[in-house]
């Protein structure tokens, strides 16, 4: 079982920037690999960013060049830098991590962009 916790979300203006962290815990050792999605209501959750245990990085095109993914594996901890936000980013951010082919998933936090 591998346990995902995220934090660093919250209210923020148009062009502004948050830092969400996802920390993991319980057994991890044996994590391919981690990601961020996000969802609105309506909607299908969908990829934001993800991250291979090889440092390997993959973005959706909304957020290229704005968001960057990072790992500390000393940490246990996921990052998700995110810049020049727009009110189209506001959604519920999911954590997930890959772990011998099973998705596992934090509860996720709440990232709201005002005009």
């Known amino acids: 079982q591998v346990q995902l916790v995220e934090s660093g979300g919250g209210l923020v203006q148009a062009g502004g920037s948050l830092r969400l962290s996802c920390a993991a815990s319980?057994?991890?050792?044996?994590?391919?690999?981690m990601g961020w999605y996000r969802q609105t209501p309506g909607k299908e959750r969908e990829l934001v960013a993800d991250?291979?245990?090889?440092?390997?990085?993959n973005y959706a095109d909304s957020v290229k060049g704005r968001f960057t993914i990072s790992r500390d594996k000393a940490k246990n901890t996921l990052y998700l830098q995110m810049n020049s936000l727009k009110p189209e980013d506001t959604a519920v951010y999911y954590c997930?991590?890959?772990?011998?082919?099973?998705?596992?998933w934090g509860k996720g936090t709440l990232v709201t962009v005002s005009l």
């Open positions: 319980g057994d991890i050792i044996c994590i391919s690999a």
């Open positions: 997930t991590a890959v772990r011998d082919g099973i998705p596992y």
């Open positions: 991250i291979t245990s090889l440092g390997s990085t």
